[in-house]
């Protein structure tokens, strides 16, 4: 957490949880949730990575949910956004067109 100081008190900010936060909290739960709860988790980071303008990490996150559950539309949507942003054009026609 950082901190901030507003007159002479100083204020804690959370900035929320980190990649390395979540993927140990997911460790600890992964042997009990099915292969489409662990998809969405990894597509919930990646949205929220993608929100923050890390389109590569998300596109990593996205990567691991497709691995998991290959049908879900969604997460080729989401990853050719990704690859679109960064400018990786050929990656993005792939995922469009793989639909």
């Not at 997911?26 to 389109?55: C, P, V, W």
């Not at 990490?57 to 956004?81: G, K, M, N, W």
């Amino acid at each position: 957490m950082a901190s901030s100081s507003v007159g002479e008190r100083h204020v804690k900010v959370n900035k929320g949880p980190t990649r390395r936060g979540m993927a140990m909290a997911l460790a600890d739960i992964k042997e009990y949730m099915n292969e489409s709860q662990k998809a969405t988790i990894y597509m919930r980071e990646a949205k929220a990575l993608m929100d923050g303008g890390e389109f590569l990490e998300a596109t990593e996150c996205l990567d691991e949910a497709i691995s998991l559950t290959p049908h879900q539309v969604s997460f080729y949507l989401s990853r050719a956004a990704c690859h679109k942003a960064l400018h990786l054009y050929t990656e993005a026609y792939y995922d469009y067109t793989f639909l």
